[in-house]
């Protein structure tokens, strides 16, 4: 599929934890990015899975990001497939085949969650602004191993707007604030 298609779509927020994002790169822009994408996610109707990587050590999610998730999967593993993403988006009411992920470390929990939704079948397409590492660096290679390996990466306005594929759609105006504006990282 070349096109983002909400009707058969999911949102996975990959460990937005607080004792993780002050370490990472860019933090207040990539944790805001996230909140819009969730926003604009439930705006359409379109289910969010967020995942937290060891809980107990690391903390739970950023509390504003949790609230907007349908379901947080606490993981041991750098690949949240290996404790039961695969299982929890097939539970969802529409199963989806397309899956928009976006998270914290990029080059390694996001990496290697979104290989394993690939390996599952599922088409991914990984929201670059509301990704993050510690290191710059780092985030660029995984964005470039992701595209290599047949993710799509995206901004937040290229998800939103195929979600809404015309201004018709009746959430198009509570969505357009959202896309008319960076995020606030005051």
């Known amino acids: 599929?070349?096109?983002?298609?909400?009707?058969?779509?999911a949102l996975v927020?990959?460990?937005?934890?607080?004792?993780l994002m002050p370490?990472?790169?860019?933090?207040?822009?990539?944790l805001a990015w996230a909140l819009r994408l969730a926003d604009i996610a439930l705006a359409l109707e379109v289910p969010v899975i967020g995942t937290e990587q060891n809980p107990?050590?690391?903390g739970p999610n950023d509390e504003q990001l949790r609230s907007r998730c349908a379901t947080t999967l606490a993981k041991s593993h750098f690949d949240a497939c290996r404790d039961g993403l695969v299982?929890?988006?097939?539970?969802?009411?529409?199963?989806?085949?397309?899956?928009?992920?976006?998270?914290?470390?990029?080059?390694?929990?996001?990496l290697q969650t979104t290989l394993g939704l690939m390996r599952a079948g599922f088409e991914a397409w990984v929201v670059e602004p509301a990704c993050g590492s510690r290191a710059a660096a780092d985030k660029a290679l995984a964005m470039?191993?992701?595209?290599?390996?047949g993710a799509h990466i995206v901004s937040v306005e290229m998800v939103a707007f195929e979600w809404l594929?015309?201004?018709e759609h009746p959430a198009f105006r509570r969505?357009?604030?959202?896309?008319?504006?960076?995020?606030?990282?005051?």
């Open 1 to 9: 599929m070349l096109t983002m298609d909400r009707e058969a779509a």
């Open 13 to 19: 927020l990959v460990d937005y934890q607080g004792r």
């Open 23 to 30: 370490a990472i790169h860019g933090h207040a822009e990539v």
């Open 56 to 58: 107990a050590r690391l």
């Open 87 to 110: 299982d929890a988006l097939q539970a969802l009411p529409r199963r989806p085949r397309q899956v928009v992920v976006a998270g914290c470390e990029a080059h390694v929990c996001l």
């Open 144 to 149: 470039a191993r992701l595209a290599r390996a």
């Open 165 to 167: 594929e015309h201004h």
């Open 175 to 186: 969505v357009l604030p959202w896309l008319k504006s960076r995020p606030d990282i005051g």
